[in-house]
T-cell receptor, first 114, second 113 residues
Framework: QQQVKQSPQSLIVQKGGISIINCAYE??????FPWYQQFPGKGPALLIA?????SEKKEGRFTISFNKSAKQFSLHIMDSQPGDSATYFC?????????????FGTGTRLQVFP | EAQVTQNPRYLITVTGKKLTVTCSQN?????MSWYRQDPGLGLRQIYY???????DKGDVPEGYKVSRKEKRNFPLILESPSPNQTSLYFC????????????FGQGTRLTVV
């Protein structure tokens, strides 16, 4: 059962363009939404994260937009660069009933061409 | 350097031959977990541990075992590997709970034939 749905599966963007990756969740108990970036042959690394009390968070060229009522959040990469080519995972944190885990989306492979 | 170290990085084994993938972190993190990454399925949690001697099942625990005898180490054990366990495995650690930055190892690519 996929609790965090991510789209698109793959994305091709020209250098300088905007990359947008979308995620939707079902469980309103989620209260922490990170994005992880994974380069080939490496483990995922935290890129940026947001909590549901804010609608947007920006760090450099990376912005998370969060819509609590729609239960959706997205990653925007402005001025996309070839070095941004990687797989991106959205995630949501669930901690209740003494369980504690991150639920990941299925990933988006981003390719930025010069 | 703060890191999560997994070994081996690559492993090819035969069905039924017990194996262990080791994971060690040098950040004094309490929380550790194992994930498997499969195309189209993302990262799915296998097991996690909130502290020494405290472990629990994740979303796909069948066929796996773990132990947490020391804070820094969290090995993943496949008692009788099967081909459907062919996957890319990641160990991760974080302070406190999963609600903080998770640091991932480099991954172990396992092939079971």
């Amino acid at each position: 059962q996929q609790q965090v749905k991510q789209s698109p599966q793959s994305l091709i963007v020209q250098k300088g363009g905007i990359s947008i990756i979308n995620c939707a969740y079902e469980n309103t108990a989620f209260d922490y939404f990170p994005w992880y970036q994974q380069f080939p042959g490496k483990g995922p690394a935290l890129l940026i994260a947001i909590r549901p009390d804010v609608s947007e968070k920006k760090e450099g060229r990376f912005t998370i937009s969060f819509n609590k009522s729609a239960k959706q959040f997205s990653l925007h990469i402005m001025d996309s660069q070839p070095g941004d080519s990687a797989t991106y995972f959205c995630a949501a944190y669930r901690g209740y009933y003494n369980t504690d885990k991150l639920i990941f989306g299925t990933g988006t492979r981003l390719q930025v061409f010069p | 350097e703060a890191q999560v170290t997994q070994n081996p990085r690559y492993l090819i084994t035969v069905t039924g031959k017990k194996l262990t993938v080791t994971c060690s972190q040098n950040m004094n993190h309490e929380y550790m977990s194992w994930y498997r990454q499969d195309p189209g399925l993302g990262l799915r949690q296998i097991y996690y541990s909130m502290n020494v001697e405290v472990t629990d099942k994740g979303d796909v625990p069948e066929g796996y075992k773990v132990s947490r005898k020391e804070k820094r180490n969290f090995p993943l054990i496949l008692e009788s590997p099967s081909p459907n366990q062919t996957s890319l495995y990641f160990c991760a650690s974080s302070f406190g709970t999963a609600n903080t930055e998770a640091f991932f190892g480099q991954g172990t690519r396992l092939t079971v034939v």
